[in-house]
């Protein structure tokens, strides 16, 4: 198993500000992604961290508003550019091996005001 | 439409009862995760299913993956108040990548 630690755990950020999270994991992985949770919503993938290159990021998600660092298989970071209130959101980190099972963080509940 | 359908949205349950929760999907599901979640930790894994078929238990919580790799269920024998929470599923459909979609979430509570 893996364990994954997240910060910050909550913020409360002014519009038009960046907030950097930060994940790390106990273990080294191959795999970690970053996921949103909206208000009252599911979880919705955002990109792919790979280790060494550029974030592969899903439908709906640009590397200007979510830049995502990876410099090693045991840490990444997602930033949060340009807030605004729609922003406010639960996001999460998970890692795993390959296909195999999935770990994640607590999260970190941001608040955008 | 949700790619990913979990119903019931939620339950309350009397404890002691048992109770389950569904997770069906249009495409082939290449892994299917359970995962519960409670306010302020994340999301904790519960069992993943891989193979038609396929069935695990761990403690009063079984998970089941039918033949067509299509449809789970979660069922908790004899509710306690510990199981109460938001119960998630997500699965692998673009053939083991690790990406996982998820359902819309049970929230479960169970009543002393």
């Known amino acids: 198993s893996a364990v994954i630690s997240q910060k910050p755990s909550r913020d409360i950020c002014q519009r038009g500000t960046s907030l950097t999270i930060q994940c790390q994991v106990d273990s080294q992985v191959t795999m970690m992604f970053w996921y949103r949770q909206q208000p009252g919503q599911s979880l919705t993938l955002i990109a792919t961290a790979n280790q060494g290159s550029e974030a592969t990021y899903e439908s709906g998600f640009v590397i200007d508003k979510f830049p995502i660092s990876r410099p090693n298989l045991t840490f990444s970071t997602l930033t949060v550019s340009n807030m605004s209130p729609e922003d406010s959101s639960i996001y999460l980190c998970?890692?795993?091996?390959?296909?195999?099972?999935?770990?994640f963080g607590a999260g970190t509940r941001l608040s955008v005001l | 439409s949700q790619e990913l359908e979990q119903s019931p949205q939620s339950l309350i349950v009397q404890e002691g009862k048992n109770l389950t929760i569904n997770c069906t999907s249009s495409?082939?599901?290449?892994?299917l995760y359970w995962y519960k979640q409670k306010y302020g930790e994340g999301l904790i894994f519960l069992m993943m299913?891989?193979?038609?078929?396929e069935e695990k238990s761990h403690e009063k919580i079984t998970a089941k993956l039918d033949e067509k790799k299509q449809q789970s269920s979660l069922h908790i024998t004899a509710s306690q108040p510990s199981h109460a929470g938001i119960y998630l599923c997500?699965?692998?459909?673009?053939?083991?990548?690790?990406?996982?979609?998820f359902g819309q979430g049970t929230t479960l509570q169970v009543k002393p």
């Open positions: 997500g699965a692998d459909t673009r053939s083991n990548t690790g990406k996982l979609i």
């Open positions: 495409k082939t599901l290449y892994g």
């Open positions: 998970s890692g795993g091996q390959g296909a195999d099972i999935q770990y």
């Open positions: 299913l891989q193979k038609g078929g």
